[in-house]
C-alpha cells in the first residue's frame, strides 16, 4: 500500500474507510505453532482516512500497540508508504486485508518497478499458483514465508530507508526543471546567430517573411517538443536523452543508428561552438594587434584551452556544470536586455551614419518587405537561421540526472522554446525597426537643401545613403554582422553575450555526447563499447565518454573544415527530431495499450507531419549532408539488425508487428481457400523441438517460408506437475527453435492421455485461415514393446487426424528420432567439464593462500593434491562413461542431423499409388525446389495394368507436365497384387504373431472371454478378411527394396486403417512391413480434397 508521503491521496467521500489488520504471530512466544496463531480471534485495527478537517493519518490502536506503531515509524514504514510493520529479527506478522486472512497484496509501486530499479527495489508478488492451490494445514510460517506474503521478497521501508540513506550519504546530485531544461536549453537555443546573424537575415528577408523564418523553424522544434513531452511522460525515463528515447520507443535499430551519430554529432558541435568563441577572441586580439602566432594558430591555441577549461568543469560533475550555466545564462540575459536598452538610448551623430535611428515607423514600412540579395532567397536565408532554434534536446539529454524527468522535460523544454522565440521575434522587429539596411557610416552624407534623394527611409530622416546602391557599404542591417553591439547600451556586453552562446552551447554538447554515448553503450547495441559505459563518481559520471569527446572535439578543432561539417551536424540534430517525431506517431499508431503518456496535448498525425517537415527542412539545408546522413543511418540500422541485440524494451515496432499480424490474420479469414494457394501446414508431434532435430528438420523442410510449422508436446501425469513444467518451458522451447533459425512456433498442452492431448492440439491450434491441415508424426519403432494402451493411442491419432479431416504424414528413420539419451549425456559431460573447471580455480586459489610453510602447511597441502586427485580420478572414470555411450550413440546423432546436410545428386521415389488429392506428390515437388534437395530428380512410381504399361505412362506423365511438376522418370508396377515370396511373409506372420487372438483352435465360450480380455487382439477373421490387403504391404516392401533402396528419399502413400475393422496391431504390422530396412520413408495420405490443380 502506498502513500507517497501525502496520506491526503487517499481521501474519498465516498469511501468510509481502508483497513489493515495485523495479527501478531509469536510475539511473546517463539514456539507458538500456527494452529494456536489460527485459534486465536483476530484484532482487527483500523486506519481511518476520513478526517478530511485535519488531512493526516489516523490510526487507532489496543493498549499495548503503541510502542508497536511508534516502533513503526521510526523503521520509516510511513515514509514509504507500507502501513504493515515487521521486525525481521524476532516478530513475524501477517498482512491482513480488508477484514479477512489473505495472501493478496494490495496495490503497491514496488511489484511493477523492473530488476535493478535505481528507484527502489523491485519486490514480488504471490504468484498467481501460491493463491490458486489449496494451502496444506500443518505447513508452520516462517519469517520469510511471512515476510514473503506481505511484502513480495523484503519490506518496501527498509529498502526505500536503505536507498535514502545510500543517496544521502553519496550526495547523489539530481536537477529540478528549471536548472536541469529550462536554462540549458535557452543557452543552448540562443547562438552566436541571436547576436550576429539575426538582424542580417531580417534585412533580407524583411520583418513579415522574417516573422516566417523564425515561425517555420519553431514549429519544427515545437512538433518535436510536443512529441517528445509525450514520449517522456509514458514512462519512467533514464538517462540517455534523445537515444533512450527512441530506442525505447521504436526499438534498438533505430536508436542505436540515431544514438551514435547523435553522440557523435555533439561532439563535433563543441568543436564548432569553441572555434565560435575563438574567431570572437581572436577578432578582439586582432584589432588591438596582440595575435600571439598568426590568425588560424591563434584559433587553434584559444580553442585548445577553451575545451580543456570545459572538460575541467564537465568532469569536476554535473553540479559544477549546472552552476557555470547559470551563470553564462545570467550573463546572456543581460547582453540581451542591453541590446533592448539600447534601442530606447537616442542615438547620436556615429550611430546615425551607420544607419541607426531608434524606432521609427518609416523604417519599419522599408524593412517589412523582403529584399533578396546575393542569390540569397527564402530557403537559403531559412538553412541559416535553423541552426538557431536547435538545442531543445539538451534538457532531454541529461535525463539521467534529473529528479523528475517526466514532468521536467516537457515543462522546461516547452516553456524554454516559447521564451526563446519570443527573444528572436522581438530582437528581428526591434533590430529592422531602428536601422536601415544601407548605411555608409560617412557623418558626413546628410542631405542638404536642394538635394535630390532616393526616396528611403534614411532620406527622410536626412542621410543619403543612395550610393550604397552602386558600390558596397559596410554598415546596416544587411552589411554589418556587429548591429547588435551598435545598437546596444554597452557594446561590450554583446561581446560577453557571444562569449556565454558559444560557451555554454559547448558546455551543454560536452556534457550531451558523453551522457548519450554511455546510455548506449550500457544497452550493449554495439558489441566492443561496453568500455565506455563504466561512470565514476556520485554521478556515475562517465569520465572515459569525457576523453573520447574531448578527443574528436580537439581533432576537428586542429585539422577539420568546419564549414563543411556543419551542414552536416545540422542534419544529424534535424534526423534526431525526425525519429523522435516519428516515434510518437508510431507508438500512437501501433494502439498498444501501454501507450498512455500522461501529456495529451499530441496527435499522432501532427507528430507525422513534424517528422516530415524535418526531413523536408534536413533538405532544404543541405540536400548532400541529408543524403550523407540518411546513408549513415541506413547503414548503421542494418548493421544492428544484423546483429540483432538481446534487448526487449517493449518498443511500438513491437506493438505494431503484433497489430499488422493481427490484421492480416482477420483479412486472411475474409478470403475463401483456393487449391492454387494451398500450402502444407503442418502440426508436427515432435514432442521438445531439440529431442527430435530429424522430425523437425525434414517437416521445416517443406514448411520454411511456404507453410505453417507448429511443434507440438503433450505433457502427461499429475495435472499440477504437468502444467509447472509446461508452463516453465514454453519460452525456452520457442527461443531454441528461434535460436536455430526454424521457422516454427511450439504448443504444448497438458492431457490426461496422449491421444487427448493431440485430439485437443488438431482442434484449437492454429489462428483463423492459418491452421494445420496435416498431421506429421514419427513412426512409432517401439510399438512391439510398448503397452497396448500406447499402440492404441498412437492409431486413435491418425484416426483422429482423418476424422477431422487432415492430412497424415508418417516418417520413418533407421536409427529412429528421439535423441534424448544423447542430449542427456551431453548435459552431463557439460556439467562435469564444468565442475572441473571450478575444481582447478579453486585448486589454484588453494595453492596461494594456503602455501604456508612448515609441516601444518605441507599435509593441508598434500590432503587437498590427495582430494583433488580422488574427484579427478572420478570425474575421469564418469566421462569416460559418459564418451563410451556417446560413442554407442554416434550413430543416432548422425541420423538426427541427416536432414541438415545437402543432399548429393540422387532420387525421391514417390510411390503415389493412391489418389489422395495431390498431397504425395506436392510434398516431394516442394522439397525439390529446397537448396539441399534441388539436386535430388524425381521418380514416379505408379500402379498398372502389364498390357498397358507405356499408356499409363503417358497418362501419368500428361498429368505431372499439366501440374507443371518435372520428374526424371515413371515406373509403372504391373505386379503389386501377387503374393509376396515365403520368407517375407513368414517374416510378418511371425512379427503378428504375439499380437493374434486364435480364436478359430478355442471353444466359443474361451474365444468370447478373450475378446473382453484382450480386445486388442488380431482375430484369425479380421486377418482372413484382410489378407489381400496384408499380402499387398509385404510385396509392396519387396518392390521398394528392389527399385528404390538406393533412393535418398520415399516417399509412399499411407494405407489406411478402416475404423472398427482392422486393430491396431495389424495396422501397425502393415506401417512396419511396409517400410522396414528402407531410406528414409515418408508415408503421406492428404485428406482427399485437391492440393494441385493445372487450371490458371
Request: aromatic share 10%.
Amino acid at each position: 500500500m502506498s502513500m507517497n508521503n501525502a496520506p491526503n491521496v487517499f481521501l474519498d467521500p465516498n469511501a468510509n474507510r481502508f483497513q489493515v489488520n495485523i495479527i501478531d504471530e509469536d510475539h511473546d512466544n517463539n514456539e507458538t505453532t500456527q494452529e494456536d496463531v489460527g485459534s486465536d480471534p483476530p484484532h482487527y485495527e483500523e486506519t481511518s482516512f476520513t478526517d478530511e478537517t485535519h488531512n493526516r493519518l489516523r490510526i487507532s490502536y489496543r493498549p499495548g500497540k503503541r510502542e508497536l506503531y511508534d516502533n513503526f515509524r521510526q523503521n520509516g514504514e510511513k515514509t514509504e508508504a507500507s502501513l504493515h510493520p515487521y521486525d525481521t529479527h524476532s516478530k513475524m506478522y501477517y498482512l491482513q486485508t480488508f477484514g479477512h486472512n489473505t495472501m493478496d497484496p494490495v496495490p503497491k509501486i514496488d511489484y511493477y518497478r523492473n530488476t535493478g530499479s535505481v528507484s527502489g527495489n523491485k519486490l514480488n508478488r504471490p504468484s498467481l499458483l501460491e493463491i490458486h492451490e489449496q494451502l496444506a494445514k500443518n505447513i508452520a510460517v516462517s519469517t520469510g514465508s511471512v515476510e514473503r506474503v506481505a511484502n513480495g521478497e523484503s519490506s518496501a521501508g527498509d529498502d526505500t530507508a536503505a536507498s535514502k540513506e545510500e543517496e544521502n550519504k553519496t550526495g547523489f546530485v539530481k536537477f529540478g526543471w528549471v536548472k536541469g531544461v529550462l536554462v540549458r536549453c535557452m543557452l543552448n537555443i540562443w547562438g552566436v546567430m541571436l547576436f550576429i546573424r539575426l538582424s542580417w537575415i531580417v534585412g533580407q528577408a524583411g520583418i513579415g517573411l522574417g516573422i516566417i523564418v523564425i515561425a517555420l523553424s519553431v514549429a519544427v522544434t515545437t512538433l518535436t517538443g510536443i512529441s517528445m513531452s509525450a514520449i517522456c511522460t509514458n514512462g519512467v525515463v533514464r538517462g540517455g536523452g534523445a537515444y533512450y528515447l527512441i530506442s525505447r520507443s521504436l526499438g534498438p535499430e533505430f536508436g542505436g543508428s540515431i544514438g551514435l551519430i547523435f553522440a557523435f554529432a555533439n561532439a563535433v558541435a563543441v568543436a564548432m561552438y569553441v572555434v565560435g568563441f575563438a574567431e570572437t577572441v581572436v577578432e578582439l586580439l586582432k584589432e588591438s594587434d596582440t595575435l600571439m602566432v598568426d590568425e588560424f594558430n591563434d584559433i587553434r591555441i584559444i580553442g585548445t584551452i577553451t575545451v580543456v577549461c570545459l572538460l575541467g568543469i564537465s568532469v569536476a560533475g554535473m553540479e559544477w556544470e549546472a552552476k557555470a550555466q547559470v551563470i553564462l545564462l545570467i550573463v546572456l540575459l543581460v547582453a540581451i536586455v542591453n541590446f533592448f536598452i539600447g534601442t530606447v538610448i537616442p542615438t547620436n551623430t556615429e550611430k546615425k551614419a551607420r544607419g541607426f535611428f531608434n524606432y521609427q515607423a518609416s523604417i519599419f514600412a522599408e524593412n517589412f518587405g523582403p529584399d533578396f540579395r546575393s542569390g540569397e532567397g527564402f530557403f537559403s536565408v531559412f538553412a541559416i537561421f535553423f541552426p538557431a532554434a536547435t538545442g531543445i534536446l539538451a534538457g532531454a539529454n541529461i535525463s539521467g540526472d534529473l529528479k523528475d524527468p517526466q514532468s521536467a522535460i516537457p515543462q522546461g523544454t516547452m516553456l524554454a522554446i516559447l521564451i526563446t522565440t519570443i527573444a528572436y521575434i522581438a530582437v528581428a522587429i526591434c533590430a529592422a525597426s531602428c536601422v536601415v539596411r544601407d548605411a555608409t557610416g560617412n557623418v558626413n552624407d546628410t542631405i542638404v537643401p536642394g538635394m535630390s534623394c532616393n526616396g528611403s527611409s534614411a532620406c527622410g530622416l536626412g542621410y543619403d545613403f543612395s550610393r550604397c546602391a552602386s558600390q558596397p557599404c559596410d554598415y546596416g542591417l544587411m552589411n554589418n554582422f556587429q548591429v547588435m553591439s551598435m545598437v546596444s547600451g554597452f557594446g561590450p556586453l554583446i561581446t560577453a553575450g557571444i562569449f556565454s552562446a558559444t560557451l555554454s552551447s559547448a558546455l551543454a554538447s560536452l556534457v550531451s555526447a558523453p551522457k548519450v554515448f554511455q546510455a548506449l553503450c550500457k544497452d550493449n547495441v554495439y558489441k566492443g563499447l561496453e568500455f565506455f559505459a563504466k561512470g565514476y563518481g556520485k554521478n556515475n559520471e562517465p569520465i572515459r565518454g569525457y576523453v573520447l569527446t574531448f578527443a574528436i572535439a580537439m581533432a576537428f578543432i586542429l585539422i577539420a573544415e568546419l564549414n563543411t561539417i556543419a551542414p552536416i551536424i545540422s542534419n544529424f540534430f534535424l534526423a534526431s527530431y525526425a525519429l523522435i517525431n516519428f516515434s510518437c506517431f508510431h507508438a500512437s499508431y501501433a494502439k498498444s495499450p501501454g501507450w498512455r503518456p500522461a501529456f495529451r496535448y499530441y496527435n499522432m498525425w501532427v507528430s507525422l507531419f513534424g517528422a516530415l517537415l524535418c526531413c523536408g527542412v534536413m533538405f532544404v539545408i543541405n540536400w548532400w549532408a541529408a543524403l550523407i546522413t540518411y546513408a549513415i543511418e541506413l547503414f548503421l540500422y542494418i548493421y544492428v539488425t544484423y546483429k540483432k541485440p538481446e534487448v526487449n524494451w517493449g518498443s511500438s515496432t513491437q506493438a505494431l508487428y503484433f497489430v499488422n499480424a493481427l490484421d492480416s490474420a482477420l483479412a486472411l479469414t475474409t478470403v475463401e481457400d483456393h487449391v492454387k494457394n494451398f500450402r502444407p501446414q503442418c502440426l508436427a508431434l515432435t514432442g521438445a523441438p531439440m529431442v527430435r532435430p530429424a522430425l523437425l528438420d525434414i517437416t521445416h523442410a517443406f514448411t520454411k517460408n511456404n507453410g505453417l510449422c507448429i511443434c507440438c508436446e503433450v505433457y502427461t501425469g499429475p495435472r499440477k506437475l504437468c502444467v509447472k513444467e509446461m508452463n516453465s518451458g514454453m519460452e525456452k522451447k520457442q527461443a531454441w527453435l528461434t535460436k536455430n533459425k526454424r521457422k516454427a512456433f511450439y504448443a504444448a498442452v497438458a492431457a490426461d492421455s496422449f491421444r487427448d492431448g493431440v485430439k485437443s492440439l488438431l482442434q484449437a491450434s492454429g489462428l483463423g485461415r492459418m491452421k494445420p491441415n496435416t498431421l506429421v508424426i514419427g513412426f512409432k519403432k517401439d510399438w512391439r514393446s510398448a503397452p497396448a494402451t500406447q499402440v492404441e493411442n498412437y492409431v486413435g491419432i491418425i484416426h483422429d487426424a482423418f476424422d477431422f479431416e487432415l492430412g497424415v504424414i508418417i516418417i520413418r528413420i533407421s536409427q529412429g528420432f528421439d535423441i534424448s539419451q544423447v542430449l542427456q549425456v551431453q548435459e552431463e559431460l557439460e556439467k562435469l567439464e564444468q565442475e572441473r573447471l571450478a575444481l582447478e580455480a579453486t585448486i589454484k586459489e588453494n595453492d596461494f593462500e594456503e602455501g604456508k610453510r612448515g609441516i601444518c602447511g605441507f599435509f593441508k597441502k598434500a590432503s587437498t593434491l590427495n582430494i583433488s586427485k580422488h574427484e579427478t580420478k572420478e570425474s575421469t572414470i564418469n566421462t569416460i562413461q559418459s564418451m563410451h555411450v556417446g560413442e554407442f550413440n554416434q550413430r543416432l546423432l548422425e541420423a538426427s542431423t541427416q536432414f541438415k546436410k545437402k543432399q548429393g545428386k540422387g532420387t525421391i521415389d514417390i510411390w503415389w499409388l493412391f489418389d489422395d488429392g495431390g498431397l504425395t506428390i506436392l510434398i516431394p515437388y516442394i522439397l525439390t525446389i529446397r537448396k539441399k534437395w534441388k539436386n535430388c530428380k524425381l521418380r514416379i512410381f505408379t500402379g498398372g495394368k502389364v498390357n498397358r504399361i507405356e499408356e499409363e505412362k503417358l497418362v501419368m506423365a500428361s498429368l505431372l507436365s499439366k501440374f507443371r511438376i518435372k520428374f526424371a522418370d515413371i515406373n509403372i508396377i504391373c505386379d503389386i497384387n501377387i503374393k509376396p515370396n515365403k520368407e517375407s511373409w513368414k517374416f510378418f506372420e511371425e512379427m503378428i504373431e504375439p499380437y493374434r487372438l486364435h480364436e478359430s483352435c478355442k471353444d466359443m465360450t474361451t474365444a468370447e472371454k478373450l475378446k473382453r480380455e484382450t480386445p486388442w487382439k488380431i482375430t484369425d477373421a479380421e486377418l482372413e478378411a484382410l489378407k489381400e490387403k496384408s499380402y499387398r504391404q509385404v510385396r509392396l516392401n519387396e518392390l521398394l527394396q528392389e527399385h528404390s533402396r538406393a533412393a535418398n528419399l520415399i516417399v509412399l502413400s499411407l494405407p489406411v486403417a478402416r475404423k472398427g475393422a482392422v486393430s491396431d496391431y495389424l495396422y501397425m504390422a502393415w506401417l512396419e512391413i511396409l517400410s522396414k530396412n528402407l531410406p528414409p520413408v515418408l508415408m503421406v495420405r492428404g485428406n482427399h480434397k485437391n492440393v494441385l490443380t493445372f487450371y490458371s
